[in-house]
């Protein structure tokens, strides 16, 4: 867990926020979801997994923060994280929260909140038990507050990184011609949460990138589809660890999948790592994701989007992509991950990294290393 101390400093912040927008109250929603954005706001805050149903954080400018949540778990994890006002509502969250606003005489005024995260039905129980009461957007405030990364976030993303590490290693040992994507996947999963994690966003798919069949990474959950001698497996490895998410992606061949994928292994890692060198505070996150472009079809490649995201409490904070007019910041984490596709637009090869906003440039947080791995037929293989 954070100190009480990195939790109160993002309480503060908050609280000035509200001042600053003129704000009596906000009301934040947590549930258990991977998204973008707005998704991890109040578990930045909170600093408590919403395993089950949803949860609410209420705001008050110059008070103590209140939190509305379903279960006695729930409500033991929060009290130990020093929260001293927490209501225990069952199923009934808004019900709650309006009684906790009504309590706290705030039915006239200004209030924040986050579209993408509130339900209907909450928004429609709010505006209707407090007409007085004008909603505003919180969103881009609270992602803004989320960017400056304090030395304990740091250190998290740095052992989550490790835990992807730690997979991409047990899936080497595993991979072999005829077993299953779903065998991989369960391997990866099993692997990520016995070193720690949390919870697990992994992708993964098969094929043989030579006659263009390597599928899409778009399998949450994998398929019985049995890998064969010659063909690639191509994954994003994704931990969640107190929290914070990393990625590493990489692609693995079965056998010598031909020079071809080894060209466009040597295209992608230079680009990556010549972007990587962009990763610098005050650096416009479009400029990278232009860079990546400019330099894949200098290549003789077509890139495709998104070049990666800004990741953290969220796993896509904000997309790297060419329009982007995010500021990089020192601390902040980026998963640069560029996906070459053929013209048709079928994609060939996947690889990428997180990496360390630095005045250096991007500090590769994992240390897997950056070769690709051709797996012996009849065996697995190993990687310090």
């Not at 990138?209 to 778009?218: C, I």
């Not at 292994?265 to 680009?271: E, G, Q």
């Not at 077509?302 to 995201?309: E, I, M, R, S, V």
Request: with cysteine; hydrophobic share 35%; aromatic share 8%.
């Amino acid at each position: 867990m954070f100190t009480q101390a990195e939790r109160d400093r993002r309480l503060r912040n908050a609280d000035k926020i509200l001042k600053e927008q003129g704000l009596d109250f906000a009301v934040l929603v947590g549930n258990g979801s991977v998204g973008p954005g707005a998704y991890g706001n109040y578990r930045y805050f909170v600093e408590n997994r919403v395993y089950y149903h949803m949860q609410a954080l209420i705001l008050i400018q110059g008070r103590e923060p209140i939190v509305c949540c379903g279960s006695v778990t729930h409500l033991d994890a929060l009290t130990s994280r020093g929260f001293q006002h927490v209501r225990m509502c069952g199923d009934q969250i808004i019900e709650h929260v309006i009684s906790v606003l009504r309590e706290q005489e705030l039915q006239v005024g200004r209030a924040g909140f986050c579209p993408d995260m509130m339900p209907a039905g909450w928004f429609d129980a709010l505006t209707s038990a407090f007409p007085e009461v004008l909603f505003v957007d919180l969103t881009q405030a609270l992602l803004s507050l989320r960017f400056d990364r304090s030395e304990e976030e740091t250190a998290v993303l740095r052992v989550c990184a490790d835990i992807a590490d730690e997979g991409y290693r047990s899936l080497l040992r595993t991979v072999r011609p005829g077993c299953l994507e779903q065998e991989l996947t369960a391997d990866l999963d099993y692997t990520l949460k016995k070193s720690g994690a949390e919870e697990t966003f992994t992708l993964l798919t098969s094929g043989d990138p030579r006659s263009g069949e390597m599928d899409t990474l778009h399998f949450a959950g994998a398929s019985r589809r049995a890998v064969s001698n010659g063909e690639c497996v191509a994954m994003e490895i994704t931990p969640r660890y107190e929290g914070y998410w990393t990625q590493l992606v990489r692609t693995v061949c079965v056998g010598d999948a031909g020079e071809k994928v080894r060209r466009l292994h040597r295209i992608c890692t230079s680009v990556i790592e010549q972007a990587a060198d962009m990763l610098r505070p005050g650096v416009r996150a479009g400029d990278v994701a232009r860079y990546i472009f400019r330099q894949t079809q200098a290549a003789g490649c077509c890139p495709a989007l998104p070049c990666g995201h800004i990741c953290g409490v969220d796993l896509n904070e904000m997309r790297l992509e060419p329009d982007c007019d995010l500021i990089l910041r020192s601390g902040m984490t980026v998963a640069l991950h560029p996906t070459i596709t053929e013209e048709d637009g079928r994609p060939v090869f996947y690889w990428g990294e997180t990496y360390l906003v630095t005045q250096a440039g991007g500090e590769c947080l994992s240390h897997i290393g950056h070769d690709l791995q051709i797996v012996p037929i009849g065996k697995g293989c190993d990687t310090k």
